[in-house]
């Protein structure tokens, strides 16, 4: 079955240091959707990319398709505190029940302030 | 605009007693429903998911069981819970469409003792 892969699997920085977390997928993907999951809570929806080499911004946060709609990264510029949590990817796959989506194991970003 | 119920937030249950989480969606009709599985500092585990009324998809064998018996009501269950079902149920819905976010409960945290 498809897998999705994510690394680091933890990541400590200093506040003000740049942080990214890397998905790779086993199968090529429809599209791929990013989620944070503050400590103690429940995941929430960053954003969705489609397209092959799709890149979308959100103020200090970098999102990246690769060409071949197999990898995704998610990179941060001068991390806060307020980044703290756990950033997951899931990934779609061409011939999935329209709804289903595979997590990675997440990357937990830990900010030293 | 919708909203999703998820219920009760913490649960300790002895080894060996039933099991039954509720999770309600308001605001919209027809959603796609999941139940996730989430281990202590681990990823999203997906056990169940439903895209109707009576439609489960089960992805991993287990204790464990769903039931969708309204259109924005999804249950989970067990007629006897073991040490190994403790752990963090979230439930989610996403719209029926096939490139949707999914948007998660708030989760229950299970300790089986």
């Known amino acids: 079955g498809q897998q999705v892969m994510q690394i680091p699997q933890y990541q400590h920085v200093q506040e003000g240091e740049d942080f990214t977390t890397y998905c790779n997928s086993s199968t090529t993907l429809s599209n791929i959707q990013w989620y944070k999951q503050r400590p103690g809570g429940h995941p929430v929806f960053l954003i969705q990319l489609v397209k092959s080499g799709e890149v979308k911004k959100q103020k200090r946060l970098t999102f990246q398709f690769g060409e071949a709609k197999k990898n995704s990264s998610l990179h941060i510029t001068a991390t806060q505190t307020t980044d703290v949590g756990t950033y997951f990817c899931?990934?779609?796959?061409?011939?999935?029940?329209?709804?289903?989506?595979?997590f990675g194991d997440g990357t937990t970003l830990t900010v030293k302030p | 605009s919708q909203t999703i119920h998820q219920w009760p937030a913490t649960l300790v249950q002895p080894v060996g007693s039933p099991l039954s989480l509720e999770c309600t969606v308001e605001?919209?009709?027809?959603?796609?429903l999941y139940w996730y599985r989430q281990a202590a500092g681990r990823g999203l585990q997906l056990l169940f998911y439903s895209v109707g009324i009576g439609q489960i998809s089960s992805e991993v064998p287990q204790n464990l069981s769903a039931s969708r018996p309204q259109d924005r009501q999804f249950i989970l269950s067990s007629k006897k819970l073991l040490l190994s079902d403790s752990g963090f149920y979230l439930c989610?819905?996403?719209?029926?469409?096939?490139?949707?976010?999914?948007?998660f409960g708030q989760g229950t945290r299970l300790t089986v003792v």
């Open positions: 899931a990934g779609r796959s061409f011939n999935t029940n329209a709804g289903k989506s595979t």
């Open positions: 605001g919209t009709s027809n959603p796609n």
């Open positions: 989610a819905w996403s719209e029926s469409d096939y490139n949707t976010e999914a948007f």
